[in-house]
């Protein structure tokens, strides 16, 4: 496999329900960011992993954790949900060091909460 | 702060005509600019970049971006449009003293036949 992949690519769970989703990076960057995109609106910037500590945690509620345990994987734990959380989460990844290194972005998962 | 303006939600175009999106910027320091489209289903994929000095840059599938520092923009262009290139646009901006990135809402190019 090359570049980001995501998995799984779509998911449905329910308000009570516990998932993960999965990122993994193969080109040798060392940092990893989780994005939610939802329509018509900014792509947000949710948590962001440099050198496998977490550098940027955007005010995200505790239902979203994540983990990041090496610097090729992230995950991103769920659980009690609410349907407004339903939308297309990306992993990315980049070479830190360089504020201007582009990022590199994974299919994403479609989420939805019912 | 930094923050990108993307004006337009929607561009369309006829087939073979240039095409341009727009993207203006606020940043208190000098800016790294960046494009990146999303096709249906996919992530985003990068375009090109804007780091310093000449201020048209050229990336992918023939796209150039001219960086305005007098009108803090950064519009997208092609010469002439390909039905191919119908997708969602993003411009981003950092701020070398950030550590994020942050995105603009994205524009919809559709290019007619």
């Known amino acids: 496999e090359t570049g980001v992949t995501q998995t799984p690519r779509h998911l449905v769970m329910g308000m009570t329900n516990k998932k993960s989703l999965k990122c993994e990076q193969h080109?040798?960057?060392?940092?990893m960011y989780w994005y939610k995109q939802s329509a018509k609106k900014p792509l947000e910037l949710m948590f962001v992993?440099?050198?496998?500590?977490?550098?940027e945690n955007n005010s995200v509620p505790s239902r979203f954790s994540p983990e990041c345990p090496n610097s090729s994987h992230l995950f991103l734990h769920l659980h009690t949900l609410q349907p407004e959380d339903s939308a297309l989460y990306l992993c990315?990844?980049?070479?830190?060091?360089?504020?201007?290194?582009?990022?590199?972005f994974g299919p994403g998962t479609r989420l939805t909460v019912l | 702060a930094q923050s990108v303006a993307q004006p337009e939600d929607q561009v369309n175009v006829a087939e073979g005509n240039p095409l341009t999106v727009k993207c203006t910027y606020s940043v208190s320091g000098n800016p790294y600019l960046f494009w990146y489209v999303q096709y249906p289903n996919r992530g985003l994929q990068f375009l090109l970049k804007y780091i310093t000095g000449d201020n048209l840059v050229k990336g992918s599938y023939g796209f150039e971006a001219e960086f305005n520092k007098s009108q803090t923009s950064f519009h997208l262009k092609k010469p002439s449009a390909l039905v191919s290139d119908s997708a969602l646009y993003f411009c981003?901006?950092?701020?070398?003293?950030?550590?994020?990135?942050?995105f603009g809402t994205g524009t919809k190019l559709q290019v007619i036949p």
């Open positions: 080109l040798g960057h060392n940092a």
């Open positions: 990315a990844s980049s070479q830190a060091g360089e504020a201007n290194n582009e990022q590199f």
């Open positions: 992993y440099s050198l496998e500590e977490r550098v």
């Open positions: 981003a901006v950092r701020d070398p003293g950030y550590q994020k990135v942050t």
